[in-house]
């Protein structure tokens, strides 16, 4: 574990809740308007620009891509003022760029930082994930299990029927056997279209989303995002990853991944102290959109650290040019 002289969270947190916050108002002008890629190139811009304002020797490990596919915030980008702890940083800086542009709930930008090390670089390939919120033993769902034998775990440890669970899955073709035994059991599904870090967050607040779990195969990155956000708020998440090919083994090779097979836990994703931010772009279950109003623009940011298990709520009114 790292020492308090090498990664001082608590002074490092507010900074990072300006990061988020900074990308959600900079991809404010984008809400609705049906272009992805300018919302997410706002976002990216203001994103990097912040993060450059730290006084950390920061390393990307999650980001927008690889080097060749992303002009900045690439996997492996260096950023922040160089002076300071070594830090490693998984990043979305807008989650759910269909969301935004189709102004639908739950566009969110996502930052979390850890010691140099402390995050898994998974690559840029699908991950079959599984989450549930605190309070359950370990193990009490797994991998390994078909979605109804998850359903039933998850309803007996509770003490609840399989018809009061709630699980979150994404709308996609490949989930649609999944989602017909799911809810053969009589649980009732929440379907998303975007944004499973979102969803697998829901989780770990069940009373406030009325989510218990979240199943399904989404990308690997991601999947790292959210196993930060759970360290912080508590619950379990595990994720498997998927290859469709020879050149997604060879990128799992590149990041250093040796065996293919490996399930890996919150704590395999992410090892060491870390804290996150998330900012709400669009209105959703975990945090108000961003609020117009004539010369304002108000966000609201959800800033966690694991050291503590603290959750902040910060409200942030900024005055804008008309």
């Known amino acids: 574990m790292s020492t308090p002289t090498d990664f001082n969270d608590r002074m490092l947190s507010l900074g990072l809740a300006r990061v988020a916050e900074q990308a959600a108002i900079a991809s404010a002008d ?4 049906g272009d992805e890629k300018s919302a997410d190139q706002a976002a990216v811009n203001a994103m990097r620009e912040q993060l450059n304002k730290l006084d950390i020797k920061g390393t990307v490990v999650i980001g927008e891509g690889e080097r060749d596919e992303a002009p900045m915030l690439y996997i492996g980008e260096e950023v922040g003022s160089g002076n300071g702890p070594g830090v490693d940083i998984a990043l979305d800086p ?3 760029t269909t969301l935004t542009a189709k102004d639908m709930p739950n566009a969110l930008t996502v930052i979390a930082m850890g010691p140099r090390g ?3 670089h ?5 991950m079959e994930k599984l989450a549930i919120g605190p309070g359950y033993p370990q193990d009490v769902v797994t991998l390994d299990m078909a979605p109804a034998e998850r359903v039933a775990a998850l309803a007996k440890a509770r003490g609840a029927a399989p018809r009061d669970i709630t699980v979150c899955i994404l709308e996609r073709p490949r989930h649609e056997s999944m989602i017909a035994e799911v809810r053969e059991t009589g649980a009732s599904i929440r379907l998303i279209t975007d944004g499973d870090v979102a969803g697998v967050m829901h989780c770990a607040d069940p009373q406030v989303t009325g989510i218990d779990m979240y199943m399904g195969s989404g990308g690997a990155p991601e999947g790292v995002l959210a ?18 090919n020879d050149d997604e083994k060879g990128r799992a090779a590149k990041a250093g991944i040796t ?5 890996y836990t919150r704590d395999d994703m992410v090892t060491d102290y870390v804290i996150f931010a998330a900012t709400g772009v669009t209105s959703g279950s975990l945090l108000p959109g961003i609020k117009r109003e004539v010369g304002w623009l108000t966000t609201e940011t959800l800033l966690m650290r694991s050291k503590t298990g603290s959750v902040r709520r910060m409200s942030y009114r900024n005055p804008v040019k008309i």
């Open 227 to 244: 196993a930060a956000a759970l360290k912080c708020m508590g619950g379990q998440i595990y994720g498997r990853l998927l290859f469709r």
């Open 122 to 126: 998974a690559p840029d390939v699908y």
């Open 30 to 33: 984008w809400i609705g308007r």
């Open 118 to 120: 402390s995050m898994l």
């Open 94 to 96: 807008l989650e759910g």
């Open 259 to 263: 065996d293919l097979d490996k399930i």
